[in-house]
T-cell receptor, first 112, second 113 residues
Framework: LAKTTQPISMDSYEGQEVNITCSHNNIATNDYITWYQQFPSQGPRFIIQGYKTKVTNEVASLFIPADRKSSTLSLPRVSLSDTAVYYCLVGDSGGGADGLTFGKGTHLIIQP | NAGVTQTPKFQVLKTGQSMTLQCAQDMNHEYMSWYRQDPGMGLRLIHYSVGAGITDQGEVPNGYNVSRSTTEDFPLRLLSAAPSQTSVYFC????????????FGSGTRLTVV
């Protein structure tokens, strides 16, 4: 499984755009990039998944450069409720039959 | 659609006691897995299953057993609880090629005293 590296923590303010970058230098050809969000006392929640270029949904955008060695999760106009831990994972599109490998994630703190 | 249901939500055990954490999903997912999360840490994989009758060990399997007799259920058994097993436990499920990744339950907070 490709190892991922992301910042331990980030701060921002309400209404700002937040970009969290994840490095995955050893990503395999058939690997997808998936981001999860976790609030305190809750299980992780799927945010977005992509393979290349750009993916956008109602919650976030995911930018993946051509070499796929990194990816950036973009959260537009964040609010206080976006304060959470964000995990970047690399693997099969379904998450992989053999479970998920989580790093420590990025603790995003949004201030008023 | 209930998704992934975990019971109980909270549990206190004495050292040496055994118990089973229940996990059920109603999405007909083949893949199920158990994780533990300790304070300030990411989730660590305990056991996983790729289908009924098939289970395998993850990163931290010692002290835990699993079985998968049906597609829907994937219970986690603590054989002889130890204080080091105090943690929050999450169950998750997914399906081949599911573009929405894994669906997680709401967790079981276990304290072993």
């Amino acid at each position: 499984l490709a190892k991922t590296t992301q910042p331990i923590s980030m701060d921002s303010y309400e209404g700002q755009e937040v970009n969290i970058t994840c490095s995955h230098n050893n990503i395999a050809t058939n690997d997808y990039i998936t981001w999860y969000q976790q609030f305190p006392s809750q299980g992780p929640r799927f945010i977005i998944q992509g393979y290349k270029t750009k993916v956008t949904n109602e919650v976030a955008s995911l930018f993946i450069p051509a070499d796929r060695k990194s990816s950036t999760l973009s959260l537009p106009r964040v609010s206080l409720s976006d304060t959470a831990v964000y995990y970047c994972l690399v693997g099969d599109s379904g998450g992989g039959a053999d479970g998920l490998t989580f790093g420590k994630g990025t603790h995003l703190i949004i201030q008023p | 659609n209930a998704g992934v249901t975990q019971t109980p939500k909270f549990q206190v055990l004495k050292t040496g006691q055994s118990m089973t954490l229940q996990c059920a999903q109603d999405m007909n997912h083949e893949y199920m897995s158990w994780y533990r999360q300790d304070p300030g840490m990411g989730l660590r994989l305990i056991h996983y299953s790729v289908g009924a009758g098939i289970t395998d060990q993850g990163e931290v399997p010692n002290g835990y057993n699993v079985s998968r007799s049906t597609t829907e259920d994937f219970p986690l058994r603590l054989l002889s609880a130890a204080p080091s097993q105090t943690s929050v436990y999450f169950c998750a499920s997914s399906s081949t090629g599911d573009r929405h990744g894994y669906t997680f339950g709401s967790g079981t907070r276990l304290t072993v005293v």
